[in-house]
């Protein structure tokens, strides 16, 4: 097990110095290009000429590139054009913001997607079960910035509980968090109750799980020791999946509500040709994305035992 865990971390470390190379290759290949970006369209060739060599631009490319991926592990990052500070100072702010609003998604999302899922495996085909199916499509069928108009109309326009935007301009606070929380649990519940509910009726019908109840086990232990723990393989691989989305794939949600978080940092990043701010969120967002997945691999074994990767 231990060399298994070494393994995947070794495939991680791997795959983040390929996708670092990637990286560096389409952003900084053309160094003209990375100097007409800093200095703006209407700097002089000779302007950027100094520009590159004091910042070393000039070396030769696997120079270059192994300075750049030092001064990444190192958490230097470069100095945003946009923000005209280093891109540490805006990007982990950014992150953090994501990070709540991911935590607090989680938080709801999971159990309740989980448990609709169970329900719906337990009795496959009944009025439950499609009921259950019926709202998961529904409710996934809705793109978010829908959704988002939906609930401001009703929640900030009409019942004006809410406020419609989470700036969070006057310190943190709670109710900024509902709508951007309640746009995502209700898109993305459906997803990880809907693939729940497949493994959780599958798993229904397998020998061991008839033996268990033909022995006279009492069926909420059936249920809770038996056919749940292994019902939660294929959505444990969703929910991991799921990380990735929503620390990159929430621009939408973030744009909408004018939400300080990691999406929106790369969507102004984008729009204003922000290399050095592009370059740490795709390192961020593929790290990531790769350690989900070391996890995932590793979960899978204290899942189910019978599990083995060779």
């Known amino acids: 097990m231990l060399f298994f865990v070494i393994r995947r971390f070794g495939n991680m470390a791997l795959i983040m110095v390929l996708v670092s190379l990637a990286v560096f290759l389409l952003l900084e290949l053309t160094p003209g290009s990375v100097a007409t970006k800093v200095l703006g369209p209407y700097s002089s060739e000779e ?156 798993v229904m019908t397998t020998p061991y799980i008839r033996t268990a109840v033909l022995k006279g086990l009492p069926y909420r232990r059936v249920i809770l020791r038996h056919a749940l723990r292994n019902a939660l393989i294929a959505p444990f691989t969703i929910i991991m999946l799921q990380i990735n989305w929503l620390l990159s794939g929430v621009i939408v949600v973030e744009f909408a509500f004018a939400y300080k978080g990691f999406g929106a940092l790369l969507l102004e990043a984008a729009l204003n040709q922000d290399i050095y701010v592009i370059e740490a969120c795709a390192m961020v967002a593929v790290f990531v994305a790769a350690a989900t997945q070391t996890l995932a691999d590793i979960g899978y074994t204290y899942l189910n035992p019978r599990i083995r990767f060779k």
């Open 47 to 202: 302007q950027r000429r100094l520009w590159l060599e004091a910042h070393g631009y000039m070396e030769p490319l696997w120079t270059r590139y192994g300075s750049w991926l030092v001064n990444f592990v190192q958490g230097e990052f470069g100095q945003s054009i946009r923000f005209k500070v280093p891109v540490s100072d805006v990007l982990w702010p950014r992150l953090w913001n994501t990070t709540i609003l991911g935590f607090w998604t989680f938080a709801i999302m999971i159990p309740v997607s989980l448990t609709l899922g169970v329900l719906a495996g337990m009795r496959e085909g009944g009025l439950l079960d499609r009921a259950i199916s019926q709202i998961s499509v529904i409710t996934t069928s809705i793109p978010e910035f829908a959704s988002a108009v939906l609930f401001s109309s009703i929640f900030v326009f009409g019942l004006k509980w809410l406020p419609g935007t989470s700036t969070m301009s006057d310190g943190f606070d709670p109710l900024q968090l509902l709508l951007p929380v309640m746009v995502l649990v209700v898109y993305d519940f459906g997803y990880v109750t809907r693939m729940t509910r497949a493994s959780m009726a599958e």
